[in-house]
C-alpha cells in the first residue's frame, strides 16, 4: 500500500450541502505521530549526510593492505577526463543540484527555500495518498498510469534517470570506495548514502518549481530504490557493462559564481552505447539526463579514445544574472491565463530545451571533451574540457566555455583536485 502513513479512517455524514468529517483521531495522537515522524526524518537525514561529508573528499583507506578487488563493472580508477572528479561530492553538486538554474528556477543558491521546500517533501512522503489525490483527480489510476507506463512522457525519466542512470551511480560509488580499501558493508553503505542523499537534495530542490507535481518524490522513491536494488546484482550490473553494451556516467563541471552564489555548468548525464553488429565498429549512442539529451553514433579512435556525434540533441541555456523565478501568477499570464495542469506543468519544462548538435570526446568512457550547439529557438555554444587533458604537474587542468544569445555567456578553469571551483558569467 502506497500510503503506509496516512491518516487514520474517517467517516463522512451529509448535512445540507456540506461534508462534516468526523475524525477517530484523538489530538493528542495527531500531535504525538508529528513529532514522531519528524524525529525519524532528521534521524535519516543524519545518517544520510554524515558520511557523505565524512568522505566527501578523497576517503581515507581504512586497511594498510587492502584485499584483492572484485572485477568492477563501472568504475576503473582513470585520472583523466570526467573520472578523475568523481567522488561522493561531485555526484552530490551535479544530481543534488541538477535543477538548480532549471526548470525555470534560479540558480542562487540563496533563493533555495529549504524550509518550504524541505516541508512539501517531507508531507508527500509521509503522506503518499494524499500527495496522488491531490495531483491527480482520479487517484492512483493516473498516477500510476502517468509515472509507471513507459509511454507517458513523465515515466521515460523514472525508468532511464532514476532506474538506470542512479541505480548505475550506486554500483559505481560502491566500487570507488572498494578502490579505495574500504571492506565489507561499508562500501555499499556509503555508496547508497551518498546516492539517496543526492536524491532527496534533487526532490527538495525541484519544489522551488512552483507547479512541480507533489506526487512526483512518490513515484522517485520507488524508481530510485528499485534501480539501487537492481544494480547491486552482478547479474543487473552486467546488462550494461560487455562487450556489447556500456553505461556511463558523465557529469558537469559545476561553478558558483563568486558575485551572486549561482550554480552553473553542472549536470547529469548518462551515456548508453551498444555495437551495431559485427560489420561495423560504430556503435548506437544514446545520452539522457540533464541539461543534455541526443541520439547519435560514437566512432572509435586509436588508444581507445572514442568520437560521439550526435545530430539529435538538445541542451540548456545557462540563467543569467539578475533572473528570478517567475511566481505562479506570472507563469499564468504567460499561458493566457489557461489552467495549470499536469500536462502543461510538463510542456513549460520542456520548452526550455534548445535543439543542439553535440560532439563529445571519450577514452575508455571518461569524458575529455563535449561541444554542443544550439541553433534553435536560440544560438548557444557550450565547450567543455574536462582535466588532464592538459595538467600542471600532478593537477589535471580543464575549462569550460560558453557563449550564448540570450543566455549567459562564460569561460573558466577547472581542476582535477576539485569537483567544484569559482568562476562568474557575463
Keep these: 500500500m502506497l500510503d503506509f502513513c496516512h491518516d487514520a479512517p474517517t467517516q463522512k455524514t451529509k448535512n445540507a450541502d ?13 500531535k504525538f505521530r508529528f513529532y514522531l515522524q519528524k ?9 544520510l549526510f554524515i558520511p557523505l561529508f565524512v568522505i566527501a573528499g578523497d576517503p581515507i583507506s581504512l586497511d594498510t593492505i587492502p584485499p584483492p578487488l572484485p572485477d568492477p563493472f563501472f568504475y576503473f580508477g582513470q585520472d583523466y577526463g570526467s573520472e578523475s572528479q568523481f567522488g561522493a561530492l561531485n555526484v552530490f553538486l551535479n544530481v543534488g543540484f541538477v535543477t538548480t538554474g532549471r526548470m525555470t528556477q534560479s540558480p542562487r543558491f540563496s533563493d533555495i527555500d529549504f524550509n518550504r521546500n524541505g516541508t512539501i517533501l517531507f508531507n508527500s512522503l509521509f503522506h503518499q495518498r494524499h500527495a496522488i489525490n491531490e495531483d491527480y483527480d482520479n487517484g492512483l489510476t493516473g498516477f500510476f498510469t502517468s509515472e509507471f507506463v513507459p509511454s507517458y512522457l513523465p515515466a521515460i525519466p523514472n525508468y532511464l534517470l532514476h532506474f538506470v542512470g542512479e541505480g548505475m551511480l550506486s554500483r559505481k560509488l560502491e ?22 542523499a ?3 537534495v ?32 552482478d547479474s543487473i550490473a552486467k546488462l550494461f557493462s560487455n562487450e556489447w ?37 560504430w556503435k548506437f549512442a544514446l545520452l539522457f539526463g540533464l ?71 571519450d577514452r575508455s568512457g571518461s569524458l575529455l571533451a563535449s561541444l554542443a550547439i544550439c541553433y534553435e529557438p536560440e544560438f548557444n555554444l557550450s565547450l567543455n574540457v574536462y582535466p588532464s587533458v592538459m595538467s600542471v604537474g600532478p593537477v589535471g587542468v580543464g575549462g569550460y566555455l560558453v557563449a550564448s544569445q540570450n543566455g549567459a555567456s562564460t569561460v573558466g578553469m577547472t581542476l582535477s583536485v576539485s569537483p567544484v571551483v569559482l568562476g562568474t558569467r557575463f
Excluded at 578502490?179 to 547508497?192: A, D, N, T
Excluded at 519544489?207 to 507533489?214: A, D, N, W
Excluded at 556500456?246 to 551572486?260: A, K, N
Design 18 to 30: 456540506r461534508d462534516i468529517t468526523i475524525s477517530f483521531r484523538t489530538h493528542w495522537v495527531s
Design 39 to 47: 524525529l525519524a526524518l532528521t534521524i535519516s537525514t543524519v545518517l
Design 175 to 196: 566500487e570507488y570506495y572498494q578502490s579505495r580499501g574500504f571492506q565489507g558493508i561499508w562500501p555499499k553503505v556509503l555508496s547508497i548514502s551518498a546516492v539517496v
Design 198 to 200: 543526492s536524491q532527496q
Design 202 to 233: 534533487n526532490e527538495l530542490v525541484e519544489f522551488g518549481y512552483v507547479l512541480h507535481p507533489k506526487s512526483d518524490p512518490v513515484a522517485d522513491l520507488y524508481f530510485n530504490t528499485a534501480g539501487i536494488v537492481a544494480f547491486s546484482l
Design 245 to 281: 553494451v556500456r553505461l556511463y556516467y558523465w557529469p558537469g563541471q559545476p561553478v558558483v559564481d563568486i558575485r551572486d552564489s549561482g550554480l552553473f555548468n553542472h549536470g547529469e548525464t548518462y551515456l548508453l552505447r551498444t555495437t551495431l553488429g559485427s560489420r561495423t565498429d
Design 291 to 361: 541539461p543534455t539529451n541526443g541520439l547519435g553514433v560514437s566512432i572509435p579512435l586509436e588508444n581507445g579514445d572514442n568520437l560521439t556525434i550526435m545530430p539529435l540533441a538538445t541542451d540548456q541555456l545557462i540563467r543569467p544574472r539578475g533572473y528570478e523565478t517567475p511566481t505562479r501568477e506570472e507563469l499564468l499570464t504567460q499561458l493566457n491565463g489557461d489552467d495549470l495542469d499536469q500536462k502543461v506543468s510538463h510542456d513549460l519544462v520542456i520548452k526550455e530545451f534548445n535543439y543542439s548538435v553535440n560532439l563529445y570526446w
